[in-house]
T-cell receptor
Framework: DSGVTQTPKHLITATGQRVTLRCSPR?????VYWYQQSLDQGLQFLIQ???????AKGNILERFSAQQFPDLHSELNLSSLELGDSALYFC?????????????FGPGTRLTVT | KNQVEQSPQSLIILEGKNCTLQ??????????LRWYKQDTGRGPVSLTI?????NTKSNGRYTATLDADTKQSSLHITASQLSDSASYIC????????????FGKGTHLIIQP
């Protein structure tokens, strides 16, 4: 158990809909990262937040947005969902920025868009 | 463009045997190299992290090596166990930002009894 929690574990929804994925980092960790992992792709970095502020952006679509709240939990919002958005979404946390700090991954949310 | 290539894509070995997984990278400027183990449907778990000055690092039966000159790394698994069946992902960091991490697609390892 990494100490990072993600909810829900599974999510099935229809195209065009909007969903919110939630992540609680390890106690004391200030950085939260979001990743997407599709069936035939490696992990793709989406976005990082550090202590409530956006720190780095990867290949995140405009339909996707995220935020980190004062209690350090984070939410990833996916809107106008398409079939291709079906994937595993992982959240990771680290004490500060990535640097040499270990990233601890949550168990993931499996999103299925039908 | 920064890239991380892993080989083989998949590997099947018998329980108790050793194996070596390869990672070649073209990432600049190099900061660190990480190996993760990912069980099917679960989040990756870190095995090792190495910087430029380190050329070997062990974590139990897992030993990672790094040759920064040739930009190659390997992960050696000794006396494999059924629980080693997983995907092994090589990740190379450039600079200090999260957007500087380049992920390989992983090697899918199956240990057969």
């Amino acid at each position: 158990d990494s100490g990072v929690t993600q909810t829900p574990k599974h999510l099935i929804t229809a195209t065009g809909q909007r969903v919110t994925l939630r992540c609680s980092p390890r106690s004391g960790d200030l950085s939260v990262y979001w990743y997407q992992q599709s069936l035939d792709q490696g992990l793709q970095f989406l976005i990082q937040y550090y202590n409530g502020e956006e720190r780095a952006k990867g290949n995140i679509l405009e339909r996707f947005s995220a935020q980190q709240f004062p209690d350090l939990h984070s939410e990833l919002n996916l809107s106008s969902l398409e079939l291709g958005d079906s994937a595993l979404y992982f959240c990771a946390s680290s004490p500060r920025g990535p640097g040499m700090y270990e990233q601890y991954f949550g168990p993931g949310t499996r999103l299925t868009v039908t | 463009k920064n890239q991380v290539e892993q080989s083989p894509q998949s590997l099947i070995i018998l329980e108790g045997k050793n194996c070596t997984l390869q990672c070649n990278y073209t990432v600049s400027p190099f900061s660190n190299l990480r190996w993760y183990k990912q069980d099917t449907g679960r989040g990756p778990v870190s095995l090792t992290i190495m910087t430029f000055s380190e050329n070997t690092k062990s974590n139990g039966r897992y030993t990672a090596t790094l040759d920064a000159d040739t930009k190659q790394s390997s992960l050696h698994i000794t006396a494999s166990q059924l629980s080693d069946s997983a995907s092994y992902i090589c990740v190379v960091g450039a600079g200090g930002g999260a957007d500087g991490l380049t992920f390989g697609k992983g090697t899918h390892l199956i240990i057969q009894p």
